[in-house]
T-cell receptor, first 113, second 111 residues
Framework: SAVISQKPSRDICQRGTSLTIQCQVD?????MFWYRQQPGQSLTLIAT?????????ESGFVIDKFPISRPNLTFSTLTVSNMSPEDSSIYLC??????????FGEGSWLTVV | GDSVTQMEGPVTLSEEAFLTINCTYT??????LFWYVQYPGEGLQLLLK?????DKGSNKGFEATYRKETTSFHLEKGSVQVSDSAVYFC??????????FGQGTRLTINP
């Protein structure tokens, strides 16, 4: 299975600021995804990060708020822009191993104050 | 659309008790089914999976059998430990489509 590293693992951010989360995978993968997990909730897919093209966003998520980059097959970033306390969540990077199984990173735990 | 329904939590058991966490799904076609576990302060780990009817996934003493006739994928363990305390998520996936998660079940094991 792929090994997925995320940075930062935790952060406390001021409202109105932006934070970029990095996701590094130890092997080339076609499909990378970003999820959000709000406190006490299940996971919600934000977007699919496409290599070499714009990300595909799920309903309720927009590029201006969550810009995503995918410069190559092992790396992606998610930016949470103009943060508010409602953005306090765990943000998880995940990959599809092309065997129909999704693996997750350890998550980036963000608190907005 | 496709959906996953999990047993309401939280679930509290004593160490060495038998565990069942129910999971049922609604989906067209033939999804793959998964159990993920989230230990306190950590991300999601794949616990086990099954890709076709009657398959049994197993890992770390946990088992789940893909039952197409009852559209279920219940998670079981014969003797739980305090270290099994976590949130458990049932999920399904069809081909290249996205994962569909249940709401999660928080499990607490008391010594």
């Amino acid at each position: 299975s792929a090994v997925i590293s995320q940075k930062p693992s935790r952060d406390i951010c001021q409202r109105g600021t932006s934070l970029t989360i990095q996701c590094q995978v130890d092997s080339q993968v076609t499909m990378m995804f970003w999820y959000r997990q709000q406190p006490g909730q299940s996971l919600t897919l934000i977007a699919t990060a496409n290599q070499g093209s714009e990300a595909t966003y799920e309903s309720g998520f927009v590029i201006d708020k969550f810009p995503i980059s995918r410069p190559n097959l092992t790396f992606s970033t998610l930016t949470v822009s103009n943060m508010s306390p409602e953005d306090s969540s765990i943000y998880l990077c995940s990959v599809d191993d092309s065997g129909n199984t999704i693996y997750f990173g350890e998550g980036s735990w963000l608190t907005v104050v | 659309g496709d959906s996953v329904t999990q047993m309401e939590g939280p679930v509290t058991l004593s160490e060495e008790a038998f565990l069942t966490i129910n999971c049922t799904y609604t989906a067209t076609g033939y999804p793959s089914l998964f159990w993920y576990v989230q230990y306190p302060g950590e991300g999601l780990q794949l616990l086990l999976k099954a890709t076709k009817a009657d398959d049994k996934g197993s890992n770390k003493g946990f088992e789940a059998t893909y039952r197409k006739e009852t559209t279920s994928f219940h998670l079981e363990k014969g003797s739980v430990q305090v270290s099994d305390s976590a949130v458990y998520f049932c999920a399904l996936k069809k081909g290249a489509q996205k994962l569909v998660f249940g709401q999660g079940t928080r499990l607490t094991i008391n010594p």
